[in-house]
């Protein structure tokens, strides 16, 4: 049976984060892809202009809309701009009992605009972070969580997804994409287990929406997985080779997106791994 999956984000006009991201993810994985919007965002490959936040009970409305009628399979939660939609996420995801919740706790967009009002960062930690199955924070983000430093070494990795993991969501793969090297590497940890999951990094500048995009492909490959750490490690492995193929593209003067078809459309040339 082929998933619906349901993205609860914000837009992206360029197409290669956000909601359109999602949805580019969920198709090529496989998943028929469904969207509420939290936030019309006026932004390119080179940075935000403008946002645009939608009222709390009209995403209550799209939300409610869809799953009357719609069996959904998973949710991914990206950007949540506000307190106040914030609380009505989670309010009508547990009404409507959401299931498998991959929540990507978007703050700043890659050009270092800030996406999330200060004051929604303790509601996302302590309204939204319970109910996730999943959490896919990067350093930066850990650290406003846990309201401390970013952690800056693998060990530090460790340590602060034992403590996001106290949040209360079921689980959490802690992204170590700004630590420095020829690897990335990324912790998923499970309550009991905790497993290490280092990627090269591709050298390119088209790294737009590379977390929209990761947190979705684990949305869309759940459903489809024995298990959450084979969901992970399939959507790393996809994401991995939309990087390398994203200089294929031709988007933007800034951070370009990553390529979401690189399996359905004609072969690019493969870019050099760093060592």
């Given at each position: ?36 919007v ?23 409305a ?6 009357a ?48 009002a ?14 996730a ?18 952690p ?24 170590g ?7 990335s ?8 287990s ?14 737009h ?7 979705a ?7 489809q ?30 951070h ?13 040339k ?6």
């Open positions: 049976m082929i998933p619906n999956v349901l993205t609860i984000a914000g837009t992206d006009p360029s197409g290669g984060a956000g909601i359109q991201a999602d949805l580019k993810t969920f198709s090529a994985l496989g998943a028929y892809g469904m969207s509420v939290t936030a019309l965002v006026a932004q390119n490959t080179q940075g935000v202009a403008r946002i645009l936040h939608l009222p709390p009970d009209f995403v209550a799209q939300i409610d809309t869809l799953f009628d719609v069996r959904v399979d998973a949710v991914k939660i990206g950007m949540i701009d506000t307190a106040e939609v914030a609380t009505v996420v989670a309010e009508r995801l547990l009404h409507h009992n959401a299931d498998v919740v991959i929540l990507d706790p978007v703050m700043v967009a890659k050009s270092g605009d800030r996406l999330l200060a004051e929604a960062i303790d509601v996302l930690r302590t309204v939204l972070l319970p109910l199955t999943l959490i896919t924070p990067n350093l930066p983000e850990a650290g406003v969580l846990l309201d401390c430093a970013p800056d070494s693998p060990d530090a990795m460790e340590d602060a997804a034992r403590a996001l993991y106290e949040l209360g969501p079921r689980g959490v793969l802690l992204k994409g700004h630590l420095t090297g020829g690897t590497p990324d912790i998923l940890f499970d309550g009991d905790l497993t290490s999951l280092p990627a090269m990094r591709i050298r390119t500048r088209n790294s929406g590379t977390g929209c995009t990761l947190s492909a684990i949305a869309a490959l759940r459903p997985r024995s298990s959450m750490a084979e969901a992970v490690a399939d959507a790393k492995s996809y994401l991995t080779r939309a990087l390398q193929e994203s200089d294929a593209l031709d988007v933007g003067q800034g370009g997106p990553v390529h979401h078809f690189h399996a359905l459309w004609a072969p690019a493969t870019k050099e791994i760093s060592a």
